[in-house]
């Protein structure tokens, strides 16, 4: 018996080194064929925040200019088809690039994406554009995919929005910021503008369902900022 049962626990302990000798050989097989796709088509892996990196990269430390993150953008959204383009860039001194991209054919608010100003690798920004964007939302596996039959109703109209921007500004930071309604209606929220003295500082996004409000403290001092249209 004492014999039987060493035989027995023998083949269980080799079937289980086959089976993890060929599971470390298809993981080996994986990742090189992944590694060979990323290569081809431009793209590395960061899980949700994978981006595209573009031709535009520098050689150099110099900052690329609005016009090379420009077209390293116009090249990412060739995935969407033609009905997207860029509304607005702002230029940081400390941190990415960040891109508003909005539909041709309705006005509406479609994506904020951030530009690495070195690279041009082009990725989603985190925040309201991940988690509360209801047409383009990059929660739906990657950036490559969107629901383009999205449909709701917004609780929130775009001057309740304002209002409650407003008074999270003043509240928040003080009297001398606003929030003059400057921004795009995506789907599922808005994005403004905020302002201290009349010039433009950041922004912060407002839920058009639940009117939560949701600051953009990320992006650090803002130098200029660019609108294609």
């Known amino acids: 018996m004492k014999n039987k049962q060493q035989l027995v626990w023998g083949v269980i302990l080799l079937g289980a080194i086959a089976i993890l000798i060929g599971y470390s050989i298809w993981l080996f097989m994986f990742a090189k064929s992944a590694e060979t796709v990323i290569s081809n088509q431009g793209y590395y892996n960061s899980g949700m925040m994978g981006g595209r990196v573009n031709s535009n990269q520098s050689s150099s430390n110099e900052k690329l200019t609005p016009d090379q993150v420009l077209a390293d953008v116009e090249n ?33 608010g479609a994506m904020e994406l951030l530009v690495n100003p ?3 690798q ?31 109703t917004a609780n929130v109209n775009r001057t309740e929005a304002v209002k409650i921007a407003d008074d999270f500004v003043k509240s928040q930071f003080g009297e001398t910021f606003s929030v003059p309604g400057d921004g795009h209606a995506f789907y599922g929220y808005y994005t403004f503008h905020i ?35």
């Open 118 to 120: 070195y690279t041009g």
């Open 76 to 108: 990412y959204l060739k995935v969407y088809g033609n009905n997207l383009e860029v509304a607005d860039i702002f230029v940081f001194t400390d941190a990415d690039y960040y891109v508003s991209v909005e539909e041709k054919d309705t006005g509406r």
């Open 195 to 229: 302002e201290e003295n009349d010039k433009v500082i950041g922004m912060l996004s407002v839920n058009d369902r639940t009117g939560e409000v949701w600051s953009h403290d990320w992006h650090g001092e803002l130098e200029q900022v660019i609108s294609e249209h």
């Open 122 to 152: 082009v990725y989603p920004e985190p925040g309201p554009n991940m988690m509360w964007n209801e047409k383009y939302s990059m929660m739906m596996g990657d950036s490559l995919r969107y629901n383009a039959n999205a449909t709701y």
